[in-house]
């Protein structure tokens, strides 16, 4: 048996062994190496795959290994520059790895705003109207006519990223962003460098710009929790799939897709990888982006889709007849999590695109019934997706009780349809208020994770990531201490996903959780397991605690008793990470995750508005469909009627009834070294199957 980390080249040569297998057996027979028995008994090599690549560039799996680290240490280089560049009206170009594939540019403008971005699978169009760039003159000199003539003409794209720029400029941005993958080009396939696009806009619009190559810091670093959990979910993955293995069994990839660990077989994977650099080598661009797969078809189009030059007055649908305009609102109910900012950003802007009014309102359900709602613009958001907390403001006031008021408001303030980014439940009183009869749309966003309808709530991989960087700084700062253990509590409520999964990502030797009982018993044994892995030779153990594990076995009791019990044989500590854990600046997984959703819910929102008009223009929204939330299930993002998740509620702890990380307890417990059998509920497909599910979502 063998497992296979790297790319496409080294999974290739893997399977070219797999089958020389028996030819080396016969050649080690004949020459006396092995026994005829021997040969009998390894006659067959089984492969097992998986894939480390930072570019993200093998297809088959949405998330190869490493790459949401290497976008970890692009968002931060960003970050760092954007915090002291707004002194400057300056134009910063950012080089990022991807000789071949575009998915770290693609994502990393997502996660930045960054202005443009240049890819290898999407090179920039050539061929733009007259009428357009007339249009553009026209915006931009404020000029009181504009002659649009009809004849096209041919525009090389640095006119169009010139003209970008300043229309930005001249909107009142300071800085502007452009991102440059290693292999990007132009339809023609020739490069263009971060050099080139420095110089274009230099020469163009004589301005202060700046190169920022980061190469192979994109390769260092901690890993994140995401590839933490990756690596561990795939490796158990990839032993499973071995001991399953017949002698007829296909060589696979352990593959993610969506949150479901996949099997796909391995050539197939890499013929379609190949297909990728064929049809760009044919310059069928679009095909590249489809043989990408789902997440990075998704990932363009809604960079595309902010990025967006806006309208001069009104909107205008994909046939140029103009858009009519709704009033949409959003606002917040729960506590702040990270990736809220995100989702409001993308959600007005795309509004505004479409030509629709976006009302803020701020401080949740107080500052819907204290009136405090402001009409927001373009700029107001600018920035605003690698903020964390929540700049609209919002409050763990539940709208209980407060139905009539908030009623009076929506119809005050002609709300159409109504985003919440957290929580809350408004749908059920639409019998008794007609005002809630409109579309409602709901995104998680809780770093406890706790929400029913989704797998990952927004702020959650934030959170997890906090824990997992305190853990590892925790356990640092007891390098040249022999034999100490460390007993940390977690946030969460009654929900154990964050000391779950920050246990598996953090290498813990415990982690205890209220949907998983334990009783003295198991705390004794645990405190006898630690004792034997310190005579072993380990130096350092890490034990977490979600904070309403158990009301008797708090964190205080769990500390003093590995203390007691420890007594000779290792020292004990206790930390409370409180608050901290809701602070931080998003990943990209939550600025990604915000964005993408927040897009999601203006299409669904116009959808529900247009089928519920009524003939005298109001909106008559009663149907459970119309009240949802947007959560990611297994593969896919999924609308659900909240009336349907009530029945998946546990009402008394607040979580869901059904919560699929449960399934990585017993890894979590292998890796530790303990007892534990470990299956996680996996698939197996074809490549063509894989292929429609893209085409279907596409």
């Not at 063998?2 to 496409?8: A, K, M, Q, R, S």
């Not at 397991?529 to 130096?539: C, F, L, T, Y």
């Amino acid at each position: 048996m063998n497992v296979v980390i790297g790319g496409d080249g080294s999974l290739t040569g893997a399977n070219l062994f797999r089958q020389e297998w028996g030819s080396l057996l016969d050649e080690l027979l004949s020459t006396g190496k092995i026994t005829a028995d021997q040969r009998q008994k390894y006659g067959v090599l089984h492969i097992a795959g998986m894939v480390g690549s930072i570019d993200n560039d093998f297809c088959g799996t949405d998330m190869t290994i490493g790459t949401d680290s290497a976008l970890h240490r692009i968002i931060e280089a960003i970050d760092a520059i954007v915090s002291t560049a707004y002194s400057h009206q300056r134009t910063f170009i950012m080089e990022v790895m991807g000789r071949h594939c575009g998915y770290l540019a693609v994502v990393a403008g997502l996660c930045a705003e960054a202005d443009h971005i240049f890819i290898p699978e999407d090179p920039p169009k050539n061929d733009w109207p007259k009428r357009y760039l007339a249009l553009v003159a026209g915006l931009a000199s404020e000029a009181d006519f504009i002659f649009i003539p009809e004849e096209p003409a041919v525009v090389n794209w640095p006119l169009v990223l010139c003209d970008k720029i300043l229309q930005e400029r001249n909107a009142g941005q300071r800085l502007n962003i452009i991102i440059v993958a290693e292999g990007a080009i132009d339809r023609d396939g020739n490069p263009i460098t971060a050099e080139l696009v420095r110089k274009t806009v230099v020469e163009q619009l004589n301005q202060d710009t700046r190169i920022t190559v980061l190469g192979h810091v994109q390769r260092g670093g901690n890993p994140s929790a995401f590839d933490r959990v990756l690596g561990c979910r795939m490796g158990a993955e990839a032993v499973m799939a071995l001991m399953e293995a017949k002698e007829d069994t296909i060589p696979c990839v352990v593959s993610l897709d969506g949150n479901q660990a996949i099997r796909v077989p391995l050539m197939e994977c890499v013929e379609r990888t190949q297909a990728v650099a064929k049809a760009m080598a044919e310059k069928n661009w679009d095909l590249a982006v489809q043989l990408r797969g789902r997440s990075f078809a998704r990932n363009l189009e809604t960079y595309k889709m902010l990025t967006r030059l806006k309208p001069p007055k009104e909107s205008f649908d994909a046939e140029g007849r103009p858009v009519e305009g709704f009033t949409m609102a959003v606002m917040h109910i729960g506590a702040p999590a990270c990736g809220m900012n995100a989702a409001v950003r993308s959600f007005v802007r795309n509004c505004i695109y479409r030509g629709d009014t976006v009302l803020g309102i701020h401080d949740g359900v107080e500052g819907l019934i204290a009136g405090n709602i402001k009409k927001m613009e373009w700029s107001d958001v600018t920035g605003w997706v690698g903020q964390g907390g929540a700049f609209l403001g919002t409050k763990r006031t539940l709208p209980e009780g407060k139905f009539a008021k908030i009623a009076s408001k929506l119809n005050e303030f002609k709300i159409q349809g109504l985003l919440i980014i957290g929580g809350g439940q408004l749908a059920d009183q639409r019998a008794n208020f007609p005002e809630f009869c409109i579309p409602l749309v709901v995104i998680p966003s809780t770093i406890s994770n706790n929400v029913p309808g989704t797998e990952f709530s927004l702020g959650c991989d934030t959170g997890l990531n906090e824990i997992t960087e305190i853990c590892d700084r925790i356990r640092q700062s007891a390098q040249g201490t022999k034999r100490r253990v460390f007993v940390i509590e977690t946030m969460g409520g009654y929900c154990g996903y964050l000391a779950t999964v920050a246990g598996l990502a953090g290498g813990s030797d415990a982690a205890y959780i209220y949907e998983e009982k334990f009783s003295i018993k198991d705390l004794q044994q645990d405190v006898y397991h630690m004792a034997s892995k310190m005579a072993e030779g380990v130096q350092r153990g890490l034990i977490l605690r979600n904070e309403k594990a158990s009301e008797n076995y708090n964190t205080e009791f769990i500390y003093r008793l590995y203390s007691e019990e420890g007594k000779g044989l290792f020292s004990t500590r206790m930390n409370v990470l409180g608050h901290m854990q809701q602070g931080g600046s998003p990943t990209p997984f939550d600025r990604n995750m915000g964005t993408k959703m927040a897009a999601k819910c203006v299409e669904w929102m116009v959808d529900q508005i247009k089928a519920n008009r009524q003939p005298d223009g109001t909106i008559r929204a009663a149907g459970a469909e119309s009240a949802c939330l947007l959560g990611l299930v297994r593969r896919q993002y999924s609308f659900t009627p909240v009336r349907e998740l009530i029945a998946e509620t546990n009402f008394d702890q607040r979580i869901p009834k059904h919560q699929w990380w449960l399934k990585l307890r017993p890894l979590l417990r292998i890796l530790a070294k303990h007892d534990s059998t470990y299956e996680e509920e996996g698939m197996y497909i074809t490549v063509e199957e894989e292929m429609q599910s893209d085409a279907a979502v596409l």
